[in-house]
Structure formats: structure tokens, C-alpha cells
T-cell receptor, first 116, second 113 residues
């Protein structure tokens, strides 16, 4: 089946620093990828849609200047949490659909971010 | 932000029994529905899906039922095993929604050996 990877799997950083998380589709190309945030005991909340070659589309309430998304190739999207604060600590998950239309989303294993 | 004290609904089932997890979805225009399994510290794992032109679909040990009239989805797991213990999320998609997936609140399944 389709595989999506994320790197790093976990990261601890100091408040005020920036952290980059990578999402890769390993055996397929993805013109679109999605970034989610999940707090403990809660569901996944869509943050933004990453579009290859164009700007990301952010969900309401998500600060685009704080969560920078770059989809530089058909297999890689990056999420940079800028000037991270403790409230940004969360589990960040990406997904990618393998084909067009309403296809199944394949999810990455997630990245645990802890901001001290 | 994070909600302190929030608890997922929990379903406790004896090993070998059947499990039924229910979900209410929100968008009557949604036409594709998916069940995901999420183990602690991992990303969601696809279990089974169903399109809106169907009301039932079966997989290996799992069955999904869709009732569009009341916007209800259920996941049935036959002969539940300890390895089925996880959080289960239903999710909905709308073909005109640019492949965005909206997740339900989730149900924690605990299998008692």
C-alpha cells in the first residue's frame, strides 16, 4: 500500500525557536498533501492543504505566518512552526491522497512536537 | 487549544465478542466515508471505506453500515481481538471539497482479554 513518512518522529525545542517537519510520499506522487494537528484525547483537526507549486490553503483560525507550508516537489511537503510556544505542542500528522477524486488518504506516522 | 479533562467515549468489549462503533457525520453532502484506526502515538490507519451509493460494505472481520437518512455510520468488528484496541475515527469527504477529510470525535475501543 501507499506509504507516507514524516520526519522527525518527535522533536523537543525551546520556546521561540522554529521547527520544520517533513512529509514525504514514498511510492507515489502527491500534488496535494494535508496537515493535521491532534491534541491529546482529541480528534484530528485539519490545519491546511499543501499544494505543489502554489500557496497552501489554510483552515479558518490557522495562522499562515506561524505555520509555514512549502510543497516544493511532488513527494515532499514541509510544515515549519515558527517562533514555537508551549501551546504549539501537539501531534502533527500529514496525509496524501494517492489519486485524484475522493480517494483514500494515506497518513504519515505523525510528529510529536514538545515546546519547552 | 487543548481541552483539559476531555475524554474520548470508550467501548469495552470482551475478547471474541463483536464490537459496534457508531458515528454521526455532519455534512449531508458528504459522499465518501472512511473508518480509521489510530494506535497510541501513531498516525491513522485506513480500515474500510464506503461511498454514498452504498449502505453496507464488508471487509475482513469489519463491516461498515451507512444510513444517509439520519447521517449515521457504524463500524462492526467481528470476533474482537486485543490487537483491535485503539481509537477509531469515522471520517467524511465530499467530492466537491478538494479531498478534505473531516474527522469525527473518535471512540476508544478497549478489548478485555
Amino acid at each position: 500500500g501507499a506509504v507516507v513518512s514524516q520526519h522527525p518522529s518527535w522533536v523537543i525545542c525551546k520556546s521561540g525557536t522554529s521547527v520544520k517537519i517533513e512529509c514525504r510520499s514514498l511510492d507515489f506522487q502527491a500534488t496535494t498533501m494535508f496537515w493535521y494537528r491532534q491534541f491529546p484525547k482529541q480528534s484530528l483537526m485539519l490545519m491546511a492543504t499543501s499544494n505543489e507549486g502554489s500557496k497552501a490553503t489554510y483552515e479558518q483560525g490557522v495562522e499562515k505566518d506561524k505555520f509555514l507550508i512549502n510543497h516544493a516537489s511532488l513527494t515532499l511537503s514541509t510544515l515549519t512552526v515558527t517562533s514555537a510556544h508551549p501551546e504549539d505542542s501537539s501531534f502533527y500528522i500529514c496525509s496524501a491522497p494517492k489519486g485524484g477524486g475522493t480517494d483514500t488518504q494515506y497518513f504519515g506516522p505523525g510528529t510529536r512536537l514538545t515546546v519547552l | 487549544g487543548e481541552s483539559v479533562g476531555l475524554h474520548l467515549p470508550t467501548l469495552s468489549v470482551q475478547e471474541g465478542d463483536n464490537s459496534i462503533i457508531n458515528c454521526a457525520y455532519s455534512n449531508s453532502a458528504s459522499d465518501y466515508f472512511i473508518w480509521y484506526k489510530q494506535e497510541s502515538g501513531k498516525g491513522p490507519q485506513f480500515i474500510i471505506d464506503i461511498r454514498s451509493n452504498m449502505d453496507k460494505r464488508q471487509g475482513q472481520r469489519v463491516t461498515v453500515l451507512l444510513n444517509k437518512t439520519v447521517k449515521h455510520l457504524s463500524l462492526q468488528i467481528a470476533a474482537t481481538q486485543p490487537g483491535d484496541s485503539a481509537v477509531y475515527f469515522c471520517a467524511e469527504q465530499y467530492s466537491g471539497g478538494y479531498q478534505k477529510v473531516t474527522f469525527g470525535t473518535g471512540t476508544k475501543l478497549q478489548v478485555i482479554p
